[in-house]
């Protein structure tokens, strides 16, 4: 039995098969936090899914999204401090 390959080279974009430069890492860990506390509120959504929420419940998912709403405040204070530095 003959075995039969490709005779071309990959026909997809050579950009998208690299690793991430010094920079996107680096926006990616300054969003590390946002992302964290937005699983955070998914993980205490999706456990009322099936039921009907609890106090504990209320007060988990309020909980989470005042930890969103105060890392992304965060994250916009950084950045607009960041934009008066090089202004």
Known sequence: MKH???VQ???TAA???REPTAAELDAIEQEMPVITA???LLDAQIITLDRTPSELDERRI???RNRVLAARR????RAD???EVIA
Do not use: H, Q, T
């Open 9 to 11: 080279a990959v026909v």
């Open 81 to 83: 401090a960041l934009s």
């Open 74 to 77: 965060s994250l916009a204070n």
């Open 62 to 64: 309020r909980r989470a």
């Open 15 to 17: 950009e998208y098969d």
């Open 4 to 6: 039969i390959g490709p």
């Open 38 to 40: 937005e699983v955070d």
